[in-house]
């Protein structure tokens, strides 16, 4: 089979090897991998700048994939040959807290774990979760990290309510899911976007209020005007940094900010006044467990929720949709693995 892979760190150095298929042990699936979606995740941990501990090379990168079950080790119960499944991201955190071992280790594919940018990958069957019946491959490749992420700060944390404001920054794929997902729920979403283009684009997703962050750079004004003064219930924090004082400026009492990006660095920096004045939370969010990945599956179904995708490149193509993704896409960027099997 073929595999992407790097004998050192540096987006330089990925290159496509030849290698044996895996052969899965005891309660372990083989899969034949159809797609993967890149995250801004994959970039910061290609380029060696997310991992406290250097992985064992060659690594082979990216967390998300969908695949069809082809082979199956002794002693399997939860899935069969045929079958179409995801990875968790968090290969032990399966509901509850987090594991121990999990937060010390960081046991995630991707990074430490090997990733899924392969032809065919063995997963552990605690770690696969059923597809969307919906959805298809490259659709559903998208879900692991950058939906479950959304669905884990509005959802299984944030307890959204119909009717409730929230806020999203930017247009990239946690953005959007978190977009339609609130969209799905019955609540008001704000996006926010330096990009008047995208913020067009975002309205035919069911965007209630857009705020140009071009055009008023002290954006949370702008939110207070939207929403009468009251402010938003929950903001999906995706920049950090200084931005974080205008999240929490533009909350309503009792909201909700959902710490999950950092583009602007890894420091956030904000007004103790208004967070106390306010009763507000910050709740920081690292995608979430298996339990509420297979919930929100079911919802996605259940809603006819369909991933914004950008661009799909094929398999050979994966050095140009890195390239695509350090960018900024209007949603997913995705890569051809196989074609499904018929």
């Known amino acids: 089979m073929k595999r992407w892979q790097l004998p050192a760190l540096g987006l330089a150095n990925l ?17 034949r991998v159809s797609a993967v979606s890149l995250n801004y995740r994959d970039k910061l941990v290609v380029e060696g700048e997310l991992l406290p501990d250097r992985p064992t090379m060659p690594f082979t ?8 079950v082809v082979a199956a080790g002794d002693n399997v119960s939860r899935f069969k040959i045929g079958d179409r499944v995801l990875g968790n991201f968090w290969t032990q955190w399966i509901e509850g807290k987090p594991p121990a071992a999990m937060i010390r280790h960081g046991l995630s594919l991707g990074g430490p774990l090997p990733g899924m940018l392969a032809e065919y990958v063995v997963l552990h069957e605690d770690v696969a979760v059923a597809a969307p019946s919906s959805l298809t491959d490259q659709e559903a490749s998208t879900l692991p990290i950058a939906a479950l992420t959304a669905w884990f700060a509005l959802v299984e944390t944030g307890h959204l309510e119909a009717g409730q404001t929230v806020l999203v920054q930017g247009t990239g794929g946690v953005a959007l899911f978190g977009l339609q997902i609130a969209s799905a729920l019955g609540a ?23 705020i140009d962050t071009g055009a008023t750079p002290d954006w949370s004004g702008a939110a207070l005007d939207l929403t009468e003064g009251r402010g938003v219930d929950h903001v999906l924090e995706l920049i950090g940094g200084d931005n974080v004082k205008q999240s929490a400026a533009a909350l309503a009492s009792g909201g909700r900010i959902a710490q999950i990006g950092f583009l602007q660095g890894g420091d956030i920096t904000l007004s103790a006044v208004p967070m106390m004045l306010k009763r507000a939370i910050i709740q920081g969010i690292s995608v979430g467990h298996r339990r509420a990945l297979e919930e929100m599956i079911e919802a996605i179904d259940r809603y006819g929720i369909k991933p914004v995708i950008d661009r799909t490149y094929g398999f050979e193509e994966a050095p140009a949709a890195f390239a695509h993704l350090d960018r900024g896409p209007f949603g997913k960027v995705v890569i051809r693995v196989n074609e499904p099997v018929v």
């Open 15 to 31: 290159e496509l090897a030849e290698v044996p298929v895996p052969t899965p042990g005891s309660r372990e699936l083989l899969i």
């Open 61 to 68: 990168p990216v967390s998300d994939m969908t695949g069809e």
């Open 188 to 210: 008001r979403v704000i996006v926010t976007s330096r990009s008047a283009e995208k913020l067009a684009r975002v309205r035919a997703l069911g965007a209630w209020g857009l």
